[in-house]
């Protein structure tokens, strides 16, 4: 089945920091999805962007399909920025794989 | 408009008994799924959905069944729990497949 690794695992960052988030897959997928899971636990939809690019607000994805890899960024990072985030991928089985996300900390 | 609802959000089990997850869903969608979290883990696909009557396994199905006689509602079963399941189980679901939803989680203690 397909295998989702992402990167950093860790990150931490002052506030107003800019950073980049990375989603590799082993296989092609048809359905891309980043997610972020606050303190609470609650899963946040960021993005569904199985190619091209995306942008809201401070946060923008890029999907390069071709080449099995998507990007999260996170501009002028705040507090709230703070949790983890997944980012997860379908093929043609409709199996919703997730890695094992990034943990980030945004320090005021 | 509700969303996914997973009842009930917090359960006590003891090793041996079993229980039902719920998980429901208003939004027509297809494509309905059943993930555990362990601590500083991701989420693992337990079973999934792609309509009424039909279910597949995922990445960590044994000791868990589901079925699916409606549309709205994917039910997770535990037949004899164990202390390995203690987790937190989250629902999701979306139109075969695209973007997924997520319920708000069941967190499951097993003794």
């Known amino acids: 089945g397909i295998q989702v690794e992402q990167s950093p695992p860790d990150l931490i960052l002052q506030e107003g920091a800019n950073s980049t988030l990375r989603c590799n897959f082993s296989d092609s997928v048809n359905n891309l999805q980043w997610f972020h899971q606050n303190p609470w636990g609650q899963l946040i939809n960021l993005f569904y962007?199985?190619?091209g690019t995306k942008q809201n607000g401070r946060l923008s994805a890029t999907t390069v399909a071709t080449e099995r890899y998507s990007l999260l960024y996170i501009s002028s990072s705040q507090t709230t920025d703070s949790g983890v985030y997944f980012c997860a991928g379908a093929g043609g089985t409709y199996k919703y794989i997730f890695g094992t996300g990034t943990r980030l900390k945004v320090l005021a | 408009n509700a969303g996914v609802t997973q009842t009930p959000k917090f359960q006590v089990l003891k090793t041996g008994q079993s229980m039902t997850l719920q998980c429901a869903q208003d939004?027509?969608?297809?494509?309905m799924s059943w993930y555990r979290q362990d601590p500083g883990m991701g989420l693992r696909l337990i079973h999934y959905?792609?309509?009424?009557?039909?279910?597949d396994q995922g990445e960590v199905p044994n000791g868990y069944n589901v079925s699916r006689s409606t549309t709205e509602d994917f039910p997770l079963r535990l037949l004899s729990a164990a202390p390995s399941q203690t987790s937190v189980y989250f629902c999701?679901?979306?139109?075969?497949?695209?973007?997924?939803?997520f319920g708000e989680g069941s967190r499951l203690t097993v003794l």
């Open positions: 962007i199985p190619s």
């Open positions: 939004m027509n969608h297809e494509y």
């Open positions: 959905s792609v309509g009424a009557g039909i279910t």
């Open positions: 999701a679901s979306s139109y075969n497949p695209g973007e997924l939803f």
